[in-house]
């Protein structure tokens, strides 16, 4: 059964920084492009990042870019979202998901994690 | 940056009866990168429909998408109970860039 269980978030001041974890299981990690999708309370979804399977190519909104750094490591089938100088702004919960297509990119997703709630506050 | 705009915002309607939900893009869409969600409170997104038309893995076949260029349908034939949810649209393009749409609430009349 694919799994995708996220962890990390939490409350943080503004300006502060975070790291989120994705904890997958159930399939081949190593071959599947994995994204991060957040959504802020109330709100509708927003695609934060993407990356390849072997970490090569990484993709980031205009809103997080040059902030937030995604990683993968595939001997510990974990994603990763490095989150620094957060703003108000940020606050959300944060999906990890899978590409719904194994070794490429399909731009969709057939699994996601439960979510990871975000707080950016002072 | 491609806004996809979903319409209604919200839509009352009936166990049984049939739900229709629009996806417009500001620009065109490739069909291949139009996808459609479902969201219940407290739940993550489901995939429901990909490439404007194929079902997702195990969706019943009371869903079905349809479109193609700048306005995507997701219909549901006869609704259920448990359908009533957020609908979100989603596209891909070049950059890349994925954008959703802000969801289309689906009530119970």
């Known amino acids: 059964e694919v799994q995708l269980v996220a962890s990390g978030g939490g409350l943080v001041k503004p300006g502060g920084s975070l790291r989120l974890s994705c904890a997958a299981s159930g399939f081949t990690f190593s071959t599947y492009s994995m994204t991060w999708v957040r959504q802020a309370p109330g709100k509708g979804l927003e695609w934060v990042s993407s990356i390849s399977p072997t970490g090569t190519y990484m993709y980031y909104a205009d809103s997080v870019k040059g902030r937030f750094t995604i990683s993968r490591d595939n001997a510990k089938n974990s994603l990763y979202l490095q989150m620094n100088s957060l703003r108000a702004e940020d606050t959300a919960v944060y999906y990890c998901?899978?590409?719904?297509?194994?070794?490429?990119?399909?731009?969709?997703?057939?699994?996601w994690g439960q979510g990871t709630l975000v707080t950016v506050s002072s | 940056e491609i806004v996809l705009t979903q319409s209604p915002g919200t839509l009352s309607l009936s166990p049984g009866e049939r739900a229709t939900l629009s996806c417009r893009a500001s620009q065109s869409v490739s069909s291949s990168y139009l996808a459609w969600y479902q969201q219940k409170p407290g739940q993550s997104p489901r995939l429901l429909i990909y490439g404007a038309s194929s079902r997702a893995t195990g969706i019943p076949d009371r869903f079905s998408g349809s479109g193609s260029g700048t306005d995507f349908t997701l219909t549901i034939s006869r609704l259920e109970p448990e359908d009533f949810a957020v609908y979100y649209c989603?596209?891909?393009?070049?950059?890349?860039?994925?954008?959703f749409g802000q969801g289309t609430r689906l009530e119970i009349k």
């Open positions: 998901a899978r590409d719904a297509v194994e070794g490429g990119w399909s731009y969709y997703f057939d699994y």
């Open positions: 989603q596209q891909y393009g070049s950059s890349p860039e994925i954008t």
